[in-house]
T-cell receptor, first 114, second 107 residues
């Protein structure tokens, strides 16, 4: 089955730790995205990548980093510089990076800071 | 700045009680509108894309319509399994999401 997988489903972080969230897709999509979802707010774009070895900051990139070494993978690192990282993180992909392409989402990772 | 506003924030329905959700937007040069369904603790699931004013799309008990200023998601004779948060999104330089409408359908 084609789709997007995210791991882990739940993640707990201590203050001062960096953590990495995994996102893999087998849809052969060129573009991948990371969003953050907080209660009562719309999804906010953290980073996106339209092609391997290239990525751009979204609206709330501070305290986050990404890499795109393979077409299938787009991991997100939440660094200790992110002041309020507790949230639900969603990875998405689309066929190309064109803005009207449909984005398909993974199941999400819930990150909690202890 | 592009804005997407969904109303109401929450909607409680009795099974079989039809209703509508609203998504209004301020985007210059609308190039489409997306509707997603999100169950608690899960990622959004794609429902529809509407590209031009007057367009309508249907899926089971859901029907989405689009005007120049807003979109409606009509839920006809809902069942408890239609309970979810419904998100709309509009592409500008990025995909801008509304905060969603949480629908609860009671048996």
């Amino acid at each position: 089955d084609g789709g997007i997988t995210q791991s882990p489903k739940y993640l707990f972080r201590k203050e001062g730790q960096n953590v990495t969230l995994s996102c893999e897709q087998n849809l052969n999509h060129d573009a991948m995205y990371w969003y953050r979802q907080d209660p009562g707010q719309g999804l906010r774009l953290i980073y996106y990548s339209q092609i391997v070895n290239d990525f751009q900051k979204g609206d709330i990139a501070e305290g986050y980093s990404v890499s795109r070494e393979k077409k299938e993978s787009f991991p997100l690192t939440v660094t200790s510089a992110q002041k309020n990282p507790t949230a639900f993180y969603l990875c998405a992909s689309s066929m190309s990076g064109y803005r009207t392409d449909t984005q398909y989402f993974g199941p999400g990772t819930r990150l909690t800071v202890l | 700045e592009d804005q997407v506003t969904q109303s109401p924030e929450a909607l409680r329905l009795q099974e079989g009680e039809s209703s509508s959700l609203n998504c209004s937007y301020t985007v210059s040069g609308l190039r489409g509108l997306f509707w997603y369904r999100q169950d608690p603790g899960k990622g959004p699931e794609f429902l529809f894309t509407l590209y031009s004013a007057g367009e309508e799309k249907e899926k089971e008990r859901l029907k989405a319509t689009l005007t120049k200023k807003e979109s409606f998601l009509h839920i006809t004779a809902p069942k408890p399994e239609d309970s979810a948060t419904y998100l709309c999104a509009v592409p500008s330089y990025k995909l801008s999401f509304g905060a969603g409408t949480t629908v609860t359908v009671r048996a």
